[in-house]
């Protein structure tokens, strides 16, 4: 299914304008710490779920977005962090076609660095849950475990989007 541009639009003024969690403290997911600043991160691509009705917008910091761009992200490189922000799809009220973020699920990322993270496959994995930014507590390996069927793409499911120069 392709997303318009207007869907597209809403989904990363979203992401400008939920900077509620940029000013508060969390605790660690993973033995990983929150990635302060993400809300500021650009957006490397989209992507819809229909098995689960959820719309994702793909972060990066900049490392990854430098690699995004140049097309070099097999592997991605040392540093990389990837962020997936989450929410569930709604239609808009006045624009019954359009797919648009709903409730807010959670952020989830994904950390580069093949030595501190050598025994989860060179990524460290992280997930905050619901508006409070909760930790996730499952644990790495239900990650792992849903991003095994691209274990031939450094674990990662994302095709960046091409942005015109």
Same mark, same amino acid.
């Given at each position: 299914?392709?997303?318009?541009?207007?869907?597209?639009?809403?989904?990363?003024?979203?992401?400008?304008?939920?900077?509620?969690?940029?000013?508060?403290?969390?605790?660690?997911?993973?033995?990983?710490?929150?990635?302060?600043?993400?809300?500021?991160?650009?957006?490397?691509?989209?992507?819809?779920?229909?098995?689960?009705?959820?719309?994702?917008?793909?972060?990066?910091?900049?490392?990854?977005?430098?690699?995004?761009?140049?097309?070099?992200?097999?592997?991605?490189?040392?540093?990389?962090?990837?962020?997936?922000?989450?929410? !569930? @799809? =709604? %239609?808009?009220?006045?624009?019954?076609?359009?797919?648009?973020?709903?409730?807010? #699920?959670?952020? &989830?990322?994904?950390? !580069? @660095? =093949? %030595?501190?993270?050598?025994?989860?496959?060179?990524?460290?994995?992280?997930?905050? #849950?619901?508006? &409070?930014?909760?930790?996730?507590?499952?644990?790495?390996?239900?990650?792992?475990?849903?991003?095994?069927?691209?274990?031939?793409?450094?674990?990662?499911?994302?095709?960046?989007?091409?942005?015109?120069?």
């Amino acid at each position: 299914m392709k997303l318009s541009a207007k869907v597209l639009y809403i989904l990363f003024s979203a992401i400008a304008t939920n900077a509620y969690a940029a000013d508060k403290s969390h605790s660690k997911s993973h033995g990983i710490s929150y990635p302060e600043g993400w809300q500021n991160w650009a957006s490397i691509a989209v992507s819809h779920r229909t098995d689960n009705h959820t719309l994702r917008v793909i972060l990066g910091n900049d490392i990854a977005v430098k690699a995004a761009r140049a097309g070099n992200t097999h592997p991605w490189p040392e540093g990389a962090i990837l962020g997936k922000v989450v929410w !569930k @799809d =709604s %239609k808009l009220e006045n624009w019954k076609s359009a797919i648009a973020p709903g409730k807010f #699920v959670h952020a &989830e990322f994904m950390f !580069k @660095d =093949s %030595k501190k993270y050598a025994s989860s496959h060179g990524w460290g994995w992280a997930r905050w #849950v619901g508006l &409070e930014q909760k930790p996730f507590e499952k644990g790495m390996q239900i990650c792992i475990s849903c991003h095994t069927p691209v274990k031939n793409r450094d674990w990662v499911f994302t095709d960046p989007a091409t942005f015109p120069k």
